[in-house]
């Protein structure tokens, strides 16, 4: 996890003001600019607007921060470090809200957002020194997951840490996996909205564009039930996450659909 500006303290770089966009600026993204399988909230949720200066300003911080053995960029190659068009910047990432609380309707708020979009400290996202696009939405799909954000909510008080989301349980199949295959399809296909995703979405296999919220909430349930799989839980176990996940939540339907699939799945792993 890496929080790439400070709200607060890189405000000198950004715009505040202005109701559109300027020109050779972006948007800034903070924690409510993105939710579950939303990658984009619309303006009005936007943090700020940044000048495309701001790009080699992050390159020439990464530089520095790669020869601190403490850093996250540390752990990339001096190739890609110097290389200003693999800064995060530029491609799709995993981004999740750092402001969330366990008596929230969901704690883990996370989304794939698009490229060239800056984010703030209330919107870290996750760097990947090893693993590709698949990796990606792999672990996307399983943050994404009720089953994940079950565990998670025994955990979270107010805030989505780097302590506390290093410590969360991940699945890790071979990626040979049919399970592993099918979290990826899911999560991938959820994800890619729209156009600004087309070459993130050819890497992992999957169209892209809007989905209906039938078929959208059908893919939701059946990858909640892969992951259910994937953790080993059995079909009681799953009944009970549904049943104490959110204090007064209306789930039969959900969960009708979610051991639907749980059950399909069953005969097949």
């Known amino acids: ?36 399988w939303n990658p984009d909230r619309g303006i009005d949720t936007y943090y ?16 520095r921060s790669s020869r601190n053995k403490r850093s996250v960029f540390s752990h990339f190659s001096e190739e890609i470090i110097n290389d200003i068009k693999t800064l995060p910047f530029y491609k799709p990432k995993i981004s999740f809200r750092s402001i969330s609380r366990a008596t929230d309707s969901r704690t883990i708020r996370c989304a794939l957002i698009p490229p060239k979009i800056f984010v ?11 693993g590709d696009e698949l990796t990606e939405a792999f672990l996307l799909g399983i943050l994404s997951s009720l089953i994940l954000d079950w565990y998670a909510r025994l955990f979270v008080e107010t805030t989505v840490n780097f302590f ?35 070459d993130w979405a050819k890497a992992v296999g999957v ?17 909640d039930a892969v992951v259910a799989h994937l953790y080993g839980l059995n079909r009681i176990q799953l009944i009970h996450i549904f049943k104490t996940f959110h204090v007064g939540w209306d789930f039969s339907e959900r969960l009708k659909s979610t051991l639907k699939y749980f059950e399909k799945w069953q005969k097949i792993y």
């Open 1 to 36: 996890p890496y929080s790439e500006l400070h709200a607060t303290n890189d405000k000198k770089y950004m715009d505040m003001s202005s109701e559109d966009c300027p020109e050779d600026y972006y948007p800034v993204y903070k924690g409510a600019s993105f939710d579950l």
């Open 48 to 63: 700020a607007w940044a000048d495309k200066s701001l790009v080699q300003i992050l390159q020439d911080k990464r530089i």
């Open 120 to 130: 703030t400290n209330a919107g870290p996202y996750l760097l990947f020194p090893e």
């Open 164 to 198: 506390i989301l290093g410590s969360f349980p991940v699945p890790r199949p071979p990626e040979s996996d049919i399970l592993f295959k099918r979290v990826v399809k899911l999560s991938g296909r959820l994800a890619c909205i729209d156009e600004r995703f087309s």
């Open 207 to 223: 169209n892209y564009g809007p989905l209906e919220n039938d078929i959208k909430q059908d893919m939701i349930e059946e990858l």
